[in-house]
């Protein structure tokens, strides 16, 4: 494989979103922000927030429901929000991640029903995918769903679920055919929030984006009608993939967001604190700490903006576009926001001030849709099966 380097274009519309953004995010969501964490509860201010302007599933096509924002300017939104808050910003990200297998591969009347509530902001949609035993090999999950009469009943569980609970859809994988070949023996169904059998775990405690519920999902004979289907019988594990291809570029687009905020806040005390009888934005070393952070951030956008113009096209090296952006910018986040912790001192290490939950919300964007490791597998592949 050889990477097609195709840049993007930020428009006129792009820049006019992200002012957009930035002001809701600022007014609406930055005040709850702390408060969010502390309290590790669902952000409702943000939630509606984003209903209002129309910002909590802008991807979702115009013909149903939504305004059918660009990849580009999804991951804008997702930035912005996630400047100030990556709890807020699961929010748009999580019901891309939740709708982009019905966006991909539903049937049409599958997409009119579930995709308009989510595009009208009355309904948010989660993705299951992980289990206890199958993280980062899929291939491996055990929920089961049996053929019964015109459907199937779903059993088993799901875990690490974001929005778990709050969600009223949720694309579920499961085996479908317990002796077909690995990998093309699953299948996507939609599952709603109540259906009979259908119930979630305690919510996880957690070290960051502590504003995102995090639960497991169990199944006890659920019935699903055979409509729920999401794509064809056994194509649910291609599905998937294919899903992750376009939404790791969503998580670049919530690690530059987040590495953002640390740097802007870091900048901004570093030239009121005084020490030695100067600014401490006045030593070289310092200045050092801050080009470099502000160079990897840069990069970090350039990587998952190339990364979103070809998810918007479908190419070709978008899984090895996907897997970098979310890969270097999340390997950013967690140095930038670190970084950024250690220019505030000791007033960095307590809840008075963001840059300490910044740190601790980057670190999970190394982790979810895919290990960095396994981007790095990923891409890896790519780069040997030309």
């Given amino acids: 494989m050889t990477p097609d380097f195709d840049l993007f274009t930020i428009s006129e519309d792009h820049e006019a979103l992200r002012e957009a953004v930035r002001a809701v995010a600022r007014d609406k969501i930055a005040p709850y922000a702390a408060e969010v964490d502390e309290e590790a509860r669902y952000p409702r201010e943000a939630h509606d927030a984003l209903v209002a302007a129309d910002f909590f599933a802008p991807h979702i096509p115009e013909q149903y429901g939504g305004v059918g924002a660009d990849a580009l300017a999804t991951c804008i939104v997702i930035e912005e929000v996630a400047r100030v808050d990556a709890s807020a910003s699961l929010i748009p990200a999580v019901n891309k991640l939740g709708t982009m297998p019905l966006i991909l591969a539903a049937s049409e009347e599958v997409k009119q029903r579930y995709l308009t509530p989510v595009g009208e902001g009355r309904s948010a949609f989660s993705y299951a995918l992980s289990e206890r035993e199958a993280g980062s090999d899929t291939a491996s999950m055990r929920c089961r769903a049996t053929p019964a009469g015109d459907g199937w009943v779903l059993n ?231």
């Fill in 156 to 386: 088993g569980q799901k875990s690490w679920i974001t929005n778990a609970g709050v969600s009223d859809y949720y694309t579920v994988l499961a085996v479908t055919d317990p002796e077909g070949a690995r990998g093309s023996n699953v299948t996507a169904f939609v599952v709603e929030k109540g259906d009979a059998g259908f119930t979630f775990g305690e919510k996880e405690r957690k070290l960051g984006i502590k504003g995102s519920p995090t639960r497991e999902l169990h199944f006890d004979g659920v019935p699903i009608a055979s409509d729920r289907v999401v794509g064809q019988v056994g194509e649910g594990l291609k599905i998937a993939l294919r899903t992750l291809d376009h939404t790791r570029v969503t998580i670049g687009a919530q690690a530059v967001g987040i590495a953002q905020g640390a740097l802007d806040f870091a900048v901004g005390y570093v030239k009121e604190r005084k020490q030695f009888g100067k600014h401490v934005a006045e030593f070289q070393g310092i200045q050092f700490m801050l080009a470099d952070m502000a160079m990897t951030v840069q990069a970090a956008r350039q990587l998952v903006y190339v990364a979103a113009a070809k998810s918007q096209r479908g190419d070709a090296d978008l899984p090895f576009f996907g897997a970098a952006a979310k890969c270097y910018a999340s390997d950013v986040a967690m140095q930038v926001t670190t970084d950024a912790v250690q220019l505030l001192g000791g007033a960095g290490y307590v809840r008075d001030f963001p840059v300490e939950r910044m740190m601790r919300d980057a670190k999970i964007t190394q982790i979810y849709e895919g290990t960095n490791q396994i981007q790095r597998v990923v891409m890896a592949r790519e780069l040997l099966s030309s």
